[in-house]
C-alpha cells in the first residue's frame, strides 16, 4: 500500500471510534425496544390514556442518551484500548453499573419505582449485546489489520537487546496493531538492523527517520541512551507532525492492571502492585471454579457418556486415565483424563523420540500410541472434560497454568516454581496460545505471566478464547 493511499493512525482511529459510536446507538436502541416488547406483553399495561406508555417511554430515551454518554465518558472507545486486550470490555461493564447504580439512586431519592423491565431485560441484554458488538468489529479490526489496514507504522529505538525483545512480543501479538518497519540502535552494537527490520537513522535524526518509513508512531524502549532528556527533545521534535510517542518500560511480563503511575515533582513514578495470591479475588475465583465446574459438568453429561462409550468399545483398557500431576503448593494429586492411547502407553516411552521444540514436555505430532478415538479426542480436547471433577474436588482451577507432570517439576529453576503458586487449569494461556506446538520457554512465559497477573475478567476471557482454540485445534496432539 503506497504512503499516499494509506490511511495514518489518527484517522482510522477516528473513523473505527466514529463505527463505534454509530454501532453503540444502534445496540442500546435495539435493547430498550426490546425491553418495552417484553413489558408490553405484560398484563399491567392497561393505562387506556397512554401517560403510563408515554412517561415510560421518554424515561427510556433519557437513559438511552445517558447510557451511551456514560460510554463515551468512560473511554471505552478510546483508541488505546481497541483492538486488544480486556480493558475495553472492562469499561463497558465498569461504565453500564456505574450508569445504573446512578438510575437506582435517583430513583430512590425522587420516589421513582421504574418498571423492573429495566434491570431484568436492558442490563444484562445490553451488556450482553454491547459485548457481542465490540467484539464483532474487533474480529472485523483483525481482518483490516491482517491485510495491512488500519495499524500504526512503528520504529522502535534502544538497544539491540530491548529491541529483539520488543520485536518478539509485538509480532506475536499483530492484534494490537504495530507494524514494525525499521529500528533506530543505540550503544556500541547499532550497526544493522534486526530481524530483518532496517536501520533507519539515529537518535539524533528522529523525525527525518519516522518521516523516511512514514511511521506513525515511535516506541523508545529501555536503553543508557533513551534518558529522559532525549524522550523530552523528541516531543519537541515530534510536535505539530502526527507522529505518537510510545515508551516501553522495562516491566517485562507485567500486566497494566499493576501498574500505576503517580507523578512526584514532575518525575513518573510507576507503582507495581503486588501479585494476588490470597484473599477476596482468591475466594472468587474459587468460587467461580465451583460454580462453573459443576454446570459444565451437567451440561457436559451426554458428552460424558458418549465418550465413555466409544472409549470402552475402541480399544481394550480403561476408559479413563489417572495420572499424577503437582498442583498448588507442590502438592500432588490424580488428574483424571479420557484415555487416549492404547494400554500400557507409559511402557512404550522410553522408545519414542519427540518431534517438537519442546524440550521438557514430551510432544509427538503423530504419536503411534494414540488411538483413533483418541485422536479425535484430542483434536476437539474432549479428553479434557473429566478435570471438571477435579475442579469440583479443588485440585483444579477452570483457569490457570498447564498441570506439571512431577518428572518436570523436580527440573524446575528458582522462576519456574513459582507456577505452583496457583491451582493448575483445565485452560490457559498455553491452550489459547499454540499449545504444543510452542517451545518450553515460550510455555513458561505464559504460564507465568499469568499467575503474577490472573484476575477474574481475564480468566473469563480466557475461557471465551478457549472455545476458538479448540475448534481451530491448532497445536492438539
Keep these: 500500500m503506497s504512503s499516499a493511499s494509506r490511511e495514518t493512525g489518527t484517522g482510522w482511529q477516528r473513523r473505527y471510534g466514529q463505527i463505534l459510536v454509530l454501532s453503540d446507538f444502534v445496540i442500546l436502541t ?7 416488547i417484553v413489558w408490553a406483553s405484560k398484563p399491567h399495561w392497561n393505562d387506556p390514556s397512554g401517560a403510563y406508555e408515554t412517561k415510560w417511554l421518554a424515561t427510556s430515551i433519557v437513559t438511552l442518551g445517558l447510557w451511551h454518554i456514560v460510554l463515551t465518558l468512560a ?7 481497541l483492538g486488544g486486550g480486556a480493558e475495553e470490555y472492562k469499561r463497558v461493564l465498569n461504565s453500564t453499573l456505574v450508569m445504573f447504580s446512578f438510575l437506582a439512586f435517583f ?3 425522587a420516589a421513582i419505582s421504574p418498571p423492573r423491565t429495566y434491570v431484568v431485560v436492558a442490563l444484562p441484554f445490553g451488556l450482553l449485546m454491547l459485548a457481542l458488538s465490540r467484539w464483532a468489529w474487533r474480529q472485523w479490526l483483525q481482518v483490516q489489520r491482517q491485510s495491512g489496514q488500519m495499524t500504526h507504522r512503528a520504529i522502535v529505538v534502544g538497544n539491540r537487546e530491548s529491541v529483539e525483545h520488543l520485536a518478539a512480543v509485538l509480532g506475536r501479538n499483530e492484534g494490537f496493531g504495530y507494524q514494525l518497519v525499521g529500528v533506530c540502535l543505540t550503544g556500541p552494537d547499532s550497526n544493522g538492523g534486526v530481524g530483518g527490520l532496517p536501520a533507519v537513522g539515529n537518535v539524533d535524526a528522529l523525525r527525518a527517520a519516522a518521516a523516511s518509513v ?5 516506541i523508545v524502549t529501555s536503553s543508557d541512551a533513551t534518558h529522559p532528556d532525549m524522550v523530552r527533545r523528541l516531543g519537541w521534535d515530534l510536535e505539530g507532525h502526527d507522529i505518537e510517542i510510545i515508551v516501553a518500560p522495562s516491566l517485562a511480563n507485567i500486566a497494566g ?3 500505576h503511575i503517580r507523578p512526584v515533582a514532575g518525575l513518573p513514578l510507576l507503582h507495581v502492585e503486588k501479585p494476588a495470591y490470597r484473599g477476596g479475588a482468591r475466594w472468587a475465583k474459587g468460587t467461580l471454579d465451583r460454580v462453573g465446574g459443576w454446570t459444565l459438568l451437567l451440561m457436559c ?3 460424558f457418556v458418549a465418550v465413555a462409550i466409544a472409549v470402552k468399545v475402541s480399544s481394550p483398557g480403561g476408559v479413563f486415565f489417572v495420572q499424577e500431576r503437582v498442583g498448588r503448593d507442590g502438592k500432588t494429586f ?4 479420557f484415555r487416549t492411547m ?3 502407553a507409559d511402557e512404550m516411552l522410553d522408545e519414542l523420540t519427540p518431534d517438537t521444540g519442546n524440550a521438557v514436555m514430551f510432544k509427538m505430532r503423530d504419536d503411534p500410541r494414540v488411538t483413533r478415538v483418541g485422536k479425535v479426542l484430542r483434536r476437539f480436547s474432549l479428553d479434557e472434560l473429566p478435570q471438571l471433577v477435579n475442579v469440583i474436588k479443588g485440585d483444579m482451577s477452570l483457569v490457570g497454568p498447564r498441570p506439571p507432570l512431577v518428572s518436570e517439576v523436580s527440573g524446575y529453576a528458582a522462576d519456574a516454581r513459582r507456577r505452583l503458586l496457583v491451582r493448575p487449569g483445565i485452560t490457559g494461556p498455553w491452550q489459547i496460545s499454540g499449545r504444543s506446538d510452542l517451545n518450553w520457554e515460550e510455555t513458561m512465559r505464559l504460564d507465568l505471566y499469568y499467575v503474577e497477573n490472573w484476575s477474574i475478567v481475564g480468566d473469563i476471557l480466557i475461557l471465551w478464547k478457549t472455545f476458538r482454540a479448540v475448534v481451530r485445534a491448532h497445536g492438539a496432539y
Design 30 to 36: 435495539w435493547v430498550f425496544i426490546t425491553a418495552h
Design 75 to 81: 473511554g471505552t472507545r478510546d483508541p488505546r484500548v
Design 107 to 109: 430513583g430512590y431519592v
Design 214 to 218: 512514514d511511521a506513525d508512531a515511535v
Design 257 to 259: 492492571p499493576r501498574v
Design 301 to 303: 453429561s451426554p458428552i
Design 334 to 337: 490424580g488428574m483424571i483424563k
Design 342 to 344: 492404547v494400554d500400557g
